[in-house]
């Protein structure tokens, strides 16, 4: 069975940072590209940045790009994303999503999200 | 990146189909993905390559595309599909959007 398993959220006051990881098992997790989707309070969805199965492709939202890494760990099958300088506007439920690496391949198992609350 | 514009909310009948539609400069060039989500759950992919179904996932979710608006469409309309829809798509720098969502009410 897939599964993606999200650690990490918690309170962190503006400025400050944070690591989340996702841990994955149920399938070969370095075959798939891996993905950060986060959720305002009552807000739609937002992609957030995406690492490809070998590292080699890393792309960010213009909202994070500069602040956030992406980064995964194929030997440990879990996907991380540091965040630092963190304001206001990122507090969201962060979720983990895999996408398979062949053509038009969508967003196709998600785990259940990490929320990231930034106030004072 | 651009955006990709949904209707607020839809609002079906049982039985009856509801369509929700997705707008966006690059989806003559780029495929379109929908997700269902429902309150407090993750999202759950319905529809990839524009048109293509997940297994596990009804027959009755579809979905089309027509130059700029790419299309879902829930055909016989049940209870459990009430939800927020998403569209989304790449663009061509390897990130993604996703729409602004549609709420779908069933009466």
């Known amino acids: 069975e897939v599964q993606l398993v999200e650690s990490g959220g918690g309170l962190v006051k503006p400025g400050g940072s944070l690591r989340l990881s996702c841990a994955a098992s149920?399938?070969?997790?370095?075959?798939?590209?891996m993905n950060w989707v986060r959720q305002a309070p009552g807000k739609g969805l937002e992609w957030v940045s995406s690492?490809?199965?070998?590292?080699?492709?890393?792309y960010y939202a213009d909202s994070v790009k500069g602040r956030f890494t992406i980064s995964r760990d194929n030997a440990k099958n879990s996907l991380y994303l540091q965040m630092n300088s963190l304001r206001a506007e990122d507090t969201a439920v962060y979720y983990c999503?895999?996408?398979?690496?062949?053509?038009?391949?969508?967003?196709?198992?998600w785990g259940q999200g990490t929320l990231v609350t930034v106030s004072s | 990146s651009y955006e990709l514009t949904q209707p607020p909310s839809v609002s079906v009948s049982p039985g009856q189909t509801a369509r929700i539609t997705c707008s966006g400069d690059?989806?003559?060039?780029?495929?379109a993905y929908w997700y269902q989500q429902k309150p407090g759950q993750a999202p759950v992919l319905v529809i990839y390559?524009?048109?293509e179904r997940p297994s596990g996932i009804p027959e009755r979710f579809s979905g089309s595309s027509s130059g700029t608006t790419v299309t879902l469409t829930i055909s016989g309309v049940q209870a459990e599909d009430e939800a927020d829809y998403y569209c989304?798509?790449?663009?061509?720098?390897?990130?993604?959007?996703f729409g602004t969502g549609t709420k779908v009410t069933v009466l």
């Open positions: 989304q798509s790449a663009d061509s720098s390897g990130t993604w959007v």
């Open positions: 149920g399938f070969t997790f370095s075959s798939y590209s």
């Open positions: 690059a989806l003559p060039k780029q495929y």
């Open positions: 390559k524009d048109s």
């Open positions: 999503a895999r996408r398979e690496e062949v053509a038009a391949a969508g967003f196709d198992y």
């Open positions: 690492i490809s199965s070998s590292s080699s492709y890393i």
